[in-house]
């Protein structure tokens, strides 16, 4: 990342400054001299490099070196070299760069003796500077690499949970469609019966009708209040804790789910084998209650008037299965599919799976669907 415009336009006038102040502190009580004339150009070429610098380190560092190894005047921008490369560039290189700057002033040493100090000190003096310049550039170029970084895992923080709160709400809106399927299509399939009741039969009394009527009615009634039940229950955070919306159903509730099929007229033919009722875990109980719900359903829509034979069975530390038996009445070759034929076993197969358990439907060769499912059931 290269500094700003001011930022290079500040640090070239500040060597500019220093690169006057070396050379008139060399020159002040002498006229001039060819070696004056040296440093005049070593320094203007010295800070005509520094944008450079900012492109090119390695190269214009080395240059940089080379005037400074000619005369003192390059010794500032060449300081700044070593600094920037070390800063931009990988510690072999930026050593490399030190190692030239250190050689430029070992040179320059020779060339121009500093009064008051040996040539031993001067070269410890050399070699610390330059150690210090890369040591002060690789700390800053780690340091910007761990702030990139960190920006980096950052915006992969944030891209992550954006993603996490789009999968969320998919998951609400599976979760929201799986629900209303699963009371809406059974709730509408009963009054669908009731409705079919009263088109094929308009010879019935007035009592029967009447009530074949307020059974409808009733359903549509209840129809709306369990979606409005559902939606509010969806909505409310932590829904399936105790206590909190609209109970969930339970193994225990299946006698009353077959009893709306055979009140609307479904012979349904219910087995419970399931040994110790009260101990089915929770999750698989609602679970076995919509895959009942769902063959009910279904069997309502696809055979109508056809009996239904719904077992269920099974014991702790083994598996809680469920089977569902109708026979086919329509030929799926000639008959127009129902509408939303599939989706609720699609969506059941899902919720099975989620709960851990296996779900499979088949056409059995003796012309019935068959629905059978299992869920785990630990000891």
């Given at each position: 990342m290269r500094p700003p415009v001011a930022v290079t336009v500040a640090v070239t006038l500040a060597v500019g400054a220093l690169v006057a102040l070396s050379v008139v502190g060399r020159h002040v009580d002498q006229g001039v001299t060819a070696a004056l004339i040296v440093d005049i150009v070593a320094g203007l070429v010295s800070c005509?490099?520094?944008?450079?610098?900012?492109?090119?380190?390695?190269?214009?560092?080395?240059?940089?070196?080379?005037?400074?190894?000619?005369?003192?005047?390059?010794?500032?921008?060449?300081?700044?070299?070593?600094?920037?490369?070390?800063?931009?560039?990988?510690?072999?290189?930026?050593?490399?760069?030190?190692?030239?700057?250190?050689?430029?002033?070992?040179?320059?040493?020779?060339?121009?003796?500093?009064?008051?100090?040996?040539?031993?000190?001067?070269?410890?003096?050399?070699?610390?500077?330059?150690?210090?310049?890369?040591?002060?550039?690789?700390?800053?170029?780690?340091?910007?690499?761990?702030?990139?970084?960190?920006?980096?895992?950052?915006?992969?923080?944030?891209?992550?949970?954006?993603?996490?709160?789009?999968?969320?709400?998919?998951?609400?809106?599976?979760?929201?469609?799986?629900?209303?399927?699963?009371?809406?299509?059974?709730?509408?399939?009963?009054?669908?019966?009731?409705?079919?009741?009263?088109?094929?039969?308009?010879?019935?009394?007035?009592?029967?009708?009447?009530?074949?009527?307020g059974v409808v009615r009733a359903g549509v009634h209840q129809a709306l209040g369990e979606l409005r039940e559902v939606i509010s229950l969806l909505r409310d955070e932590g829904s399936d804790e105790p206590g909190s919306g609209r109970p969930q159903p339970v193994l225990a509730d299946l006698p009353r789910l077959v009893g709306e099929s055979l009140d609307a007229g479904v012979p349904v033919r219910f087995d419970n084998r399931v040994d110790d009722p009260g101990s089915v875990p929770p999750a698989a109980g609602r679970t076995a209650y919509r895959v009942v719900q769902e063959g009910l359903t279904n069997a309502r829509k696809h055979a109508p008037g056809q009996a239904v034979a719904v077992e269920v069975g099974g014991s702790p530390g083994g598996r809680l299965v469920v089977d569902i038996r109708n026979p086919v009445s329509r030929d799926p070759a000639t008959e127009p599919a129902v509408p939303g034929s599939g989706v609720g076993l699609v969506g059941l197969t899902e919720r099975v799976r989620l709960a851990g358990g296996q779900l499979d439907h088949e056409i059995t060769p003796g012309g019935e669907f068959r629905l059978r499912a299992w869920l785990p059931w630990p000891a």
């Open positions: 005509a490099l520094l944008p450079v610098l900012l492109r090119r380190p390695v190269p214009a560092a080395f240059a940089l070196a080379v005037l400074a190894a000619v005369s003192p005047a390059a010794t500032p921008p060449a300081t700044v070299a070593a600094w920037y490369t070390a800063r931009s560039r990988s510690f072999p290189v930026a050593s490399g760069v030190a190692a030239a700057g250190i050689v430029a002033h070992v040179v320059q040493g020779l060339l121009y003796p500093a009064g008051g100090l040996s040539f031993g000190w001067w070269l410890v003096l050399v070699v610390v500077a330059y150690a210090a310049l890369a040591g002060w550039g690789a700390l800053g170029r780690a340091r910007h690499g761990l702030i990139v970084s960190l920006r980096e895992r950052a915006h992969r923080a944030e891209a992550e949970q954006g993603r996490r709160i789009a999968e969320a709400r998919i998951a609400e809106r599976t979760q929201i469609a799986r629900e209303m399927h699963d009371v809406l299509a059974h709730r509408l399939s009963l009054v669908a019966t009731y409705a079919g009741a009263l088109e094929f039969r308009p010879d019935s009394s007035p009592e029967q009708l009447s009530r074949a009527a």
